[in-house]
């Protein structure tokens, strides 16, 4: 399974993932962090990625599209600072991968 990080998530969190053996890449990896939002969807249905977001729009997208676009994991969190993030996703990760597993979608993460 292979993430997508949206840009309004620190790159720390795709490297995090990484180091917890998921393959993960944040949208400045791959030449997308000024990218539009239609970019980042194409870009993650091309690669089969799940996108990792705190960005409404995406879970709008996803609710609206078919089953052949990417998943999408949002995250319903305030602004925090990059620990405190990662600390509050690291218990719920293993949630969002059985989600991801049974073929969910759109996970809301909150």
Not at 46 to 67: H, P, Q
Not at 88 to 102: C, H, I, N, T
């Amino acid at each position: 399974m292979r993430f997508l990080v949206d840009a309004q998530l620190p790159p720390a969190l795709a490297r995090w993932r990484v180091d917890r053996g998921v393959e993960a890449d944040h949208v400045a990896d791959v030449g997308l962090l000024s990218a539009s939002d239609k970019a980042i969807w194409a870009e993650a249905t091309r690669t089969g990625a799940v996108i990792l977001t705190k960005d409404e729009d995406f879970a709008v997208w996803r609710s609206a599209g078919s089953s052949d676009q990417p998943a999408v994991v949002w995250l319903r969190v305030g602004n925090t600072r990059k620990a405190a993030l990662l600390q509050w996703f690291e218990p719920l990760l293993p949630r969002v991968l059985e989600a991801l597993e049974r073929g969910d979608l759109l996970i809301e993460v909150d």
